[in-house]
């Protein structure tokens, strides 16, 4: 089983930065793919980004589109841990940040919230 501890959410203002990190931790040795996914209020959970993980990968990354420019996605393999750095904040971006990983199995954090208003 893999358990996944998202930090990071909290207020931040219109074009301010936060910045979310999630630890992978238990059967987490053979995670090749983690990334960040959101639910806005009324809305479905959406992707927001992905990283290739583990020490043979790439790092390869995918983003949304309504995001590319302003978060990046990374990774640091020996602590099992992925970031997601959000710079120039919107309203819109506000939404509860789940972490996400696959190992043959599908896994969830508990989530966390980000709102973004003046």
């Known amino acids: 089983q893999v358990q996944l501890a998202e930090s990071g959410g909290g207020l931040a203002q219109p074009g301010g930065s936060l910045r979310l990190s999630c630890v992978a931790s238990?059967?987490?040795?053979?995670?090749?793919?983690m990334g960040w996914y959101r639910r806005a209020p009324g809305k479905q959970r959406e992707l927001v980004a992905i990283?290739?993980?583990?020490?043979?990968?790439?790092?390869?990354?995918e983003y949304a589109e309504s995001v590319k420019g302003r978060f990046t996605i990374s990774r640091d393999n020996p602590k099992n841990t992925v970031y997601l750095q959000m710079n120039k904040l919107k309203p819109e971006d506000t939404a509860v940040y789940y972490c996400?990983?696959?190992?043959?199995?599908?896994?969830w954090g508990q989530g966390t919230q980000v709102t973004v208003s003046s």
């Open positions: 238990g059967s987490s040795s053979n995670i090749y793919v």
């Open positions: 990283i290739t993980t583990g020490e043979a990968s790439s790092g390869s990354t």
């Open positions: 996400h990983a696959l190992n043959g199995g599908v896994h």
